[in-house]
């Protein structure tokens, strides 16, 4: 039972648009996470939000910026999309960084034309 | 820094078969190993995991994996695979202490033939 929701769950823009990708969970946990998963299936963490802290993978591009309203919502932004951002964009929630189950949305599938 | 590998990209066996799936870490500490199931056009989904204790940990649909410090590996395994657990398994590591990142290796894709 899905309890990471995220929208678009498919979006088509060309490049230079701004796009964003909504994340909101349900299960009460304090942390969030938003994963990049390229055409290879390879996974990459790209932000971390617990308790309004942020901790950025230092080699995520300065276009892409998480958004917060509270602990239940991670939406991410990307300024300017390039080519090589087209990848499906996958929200994930945790209670607290110390454990290690991650619940994950269905993924938010990013083409730049 | 921690790492983790998984060494096949692809498993094919039938319906009824046993399958190991290969996942091996490197990291000098204690660390939380984990794995987790995607669906084709899905998101990701927990398996099973493991930190101290029984080195053999049960999962959901009757998988399980074995611990190994020696050989710094952490292999999925079931008995009798069915269509359904056609998917991509990934092993993911994380350091017990001062890491925030779940990483993740680069995925096995399961193809379960009739």
């Known amino acids: 039972e899905t309890a990471v929701f995220q929208t678009p769950n498919y979006h088509v823009t060309q490049v230079g648009n701004e796009v964003s990708f909504n994340c909101k969970q349900t299960l009460g946990h304090d942390t969030m996470y938003w994963y990049k998963q390229d055409s290879k299936k390879l996974l990459k963490i790209m932000f971390s939000y617990n308790n309004k802290q942020l901790i950025v993978n230092e080699t995520v591009p300065r276009r892409f910026s998480p958004q917060s309203s509270d602990k239940a919502h991670l939406n991410l932004r990307i300024k300017s999309v390039e080519p090589e951002d087209s990848a499906v964009y996958l929200c994930a929630s945790s209670s607290g960084h110390s454990g290690n189950t991650l619940y994950f949305g269905e993924g938010s599938r990013l083409i730049v034309v | 820094t921690q790492t983790v590998s998984q060494s096949d990209a692809h498993v094919t066996v039938f319906e009824g078969d046993s399958v190991e799936l290969r996942c091996n870490y490197s990291?000098?500490?204690?660390?939380?190993l984990s794995w987790y199931i995607q669906h084709h056009g899905r998101g990701l989904q927990f398996l099973l995991k493991y930190y101290s204790g029984n080195p053999v940990v049960q999962g959901v649909n009757g998988f399980k994996a074995e611990f190994s410090k020696s050989d710094s590996s952490f292999h999925l395994r079931k008995a009798s695979v069915h269509w359904s657990d056609s998917a991509v398994y990934f092993c993911a590591v994380r350091a017990s202490s001062g890491s925030w990142q779940l990483i993740f290796g680069s995925g096995t894709q399961l193809t379960v033939m009739p």
């Open positions: 990291y000098g500490g204690s660390i939380y």
